[in-house]
């Protein structure tokens, strides 16, 4: 366990907290992802989305949810469509703690990133498969992270996947992980099971295997993509895979901003 990690998960040793409800908002971005995750007082933003929907992301967190303090910032990747907005995240409201697959990368974004994560004082992690957040009643897990896919050149799959159990209800955020993590997932033997699965590279056909999906089986899917993005995703395969195994979709690009409740027992959608 990495020594930066150890004082928070210090928090897994206390009694059970008594559940009150968790919010997951899927933020609309464009092409690109970013969900922040309410519970019990306490808050963590899963990636920022790209350029240009920095301002949004800062609104929405500063204003339209009022957070002022973030517990945990999630980068699950570098990629400049998940990272760019994270100084947005970090400029509305200080973080306790930065989780990356990597500590250096070679972008502008990724090093504003840096750079306003060291102004606050706000350390910076790589997690390891196992590693377990507690997140109010919720408790996070990280099922996959991958750095050394980044000397590969398969930087999506260095994207830290979290599993988020609350109560009897689950969410599985896979960043942009692709079909070689998905397998490496499966062979671990690793708890995929979740009530929502944020679909994994906007819905790209380099994702989301069926094996993979037969062992999530979600009862819905969040796919966060662009209108007319020039990638055509979501791809078709991936959309009839998740009906073949009952998953009811929800877009970003047509729905705009998704967010779910939990009391623990059930899951609402707000929208």
């Not at 499966?186 to 380099?206: C, R």
């Not at 979600?218 to 009839?240: C, D, F, M, T």
């Amino acid at each position: 366990m990495r020594k930066v990690l150890t004082v928070f998960l210090v928090l897994l040793l206390l009694p059970a907290i008594a559940l009150a409800d968790l919010e997951v908002h899927f933020l609309d971005v464009g092409q690109g992802d970013c969900a922040v995750v309410l519970c019990d007082g306490e808050a963590m933003v899963i990636d920022g989305g790209p350029r240009a929907s920095a301002g949004m992301v800062y609104r929405y967190i500063r204003e339209t949810l009022g957070l002022r303090h973030i517990d945990y910032v999630i980068s699950t990747h570098p990629h400049v469509d998940h990272v760019y907005g994270l100084s947005s995240v970090l400029n509305a409201a200080p973080a306790d703690l930065l989780l990356s697959p990597v500590r250096e990368w070679d972008s502008k974004a990724f090093e504003y990133v840096l750079k306003y994560a060291a102004k606050q004082g706000t350390p910076l992690a790589v997690p390891a498969v196992s590693d377990t957040l507690r997140l109010g009643g919720a408790v996070v897990t990280v099922l996959h992270c991958w750095p050394e896919a980044v000397s590969e050149s398969r930087t999506n799959d260095a994207s830290i996947v979290l599993r988020i159990d609350y109560g009897k209800t689950s969410f599985l955020f896979t960043g942009d992980a692709e079909d070689w993590s998905e397998y490496m997932m499966l062979d671990a033997g690793a708890n995929l099971k979740a009530d929502v699965l944020k679909v994994s590279h906007h819905g790209s056909s380099t994702a989301s295997t069926k094996p993979f999906l037969e062992a999530v089986q979600p009862s819905w899917a969040v796919i966060s993509v662009g209108k007319n993005n020039e990638y055509g995703h979501p791809h078709r395969q991936v959309l009839e895979r998740l009906e073949k195994i009952g998953a009811k979709t929800l877009r970003t690009d047509e729905l705009g901003t998704i967010a779910f409740r939990s009391d623990g027992d059930r899951l609402q959608v707000l929208n």
